[in-house]
């Protein structure tokens, strides 16, 4: 004789209730260790620092010549 198998129903979790099921001593755990991790990867790495500078003040650096060339292009060469 076939058993008879109840369907489950799935109830959907607000994110309140799936954080306080996610919420456990365990996981806390892992997440601090986790982002503990990555901040001393990323403040420890020397090369990481040195090419955030280099991106920054190039960024700066071909920005401003990028602005100061449409400047003059607008106003020598189109006279706005």
Do not use: C
Request: hydrophobic letters at 50%.
């Amino acid at each position: 004789m076939p058993r008879k198998v109840k369907a489950s129903k799935e109830v959907k979790l607000t994110k309140l209730q799936r954080l306080k099921k996610w919420s456990t001593v365990d996981h806390w755990i892992d997440l601090m260790v986790d982002i503990g991790l990555i901040a001393f990867d990323v403040l420890n790495s020397p090369i990481l620092i040195v090419v955030r500078f280099f991106r920054y003040f190039m960024n700066n650096w071909v920005n401003g010549h990028i602005k100061r060339f449409l400047k003059w292009f607008a106003h020598k060469i189109l006279r706005l």
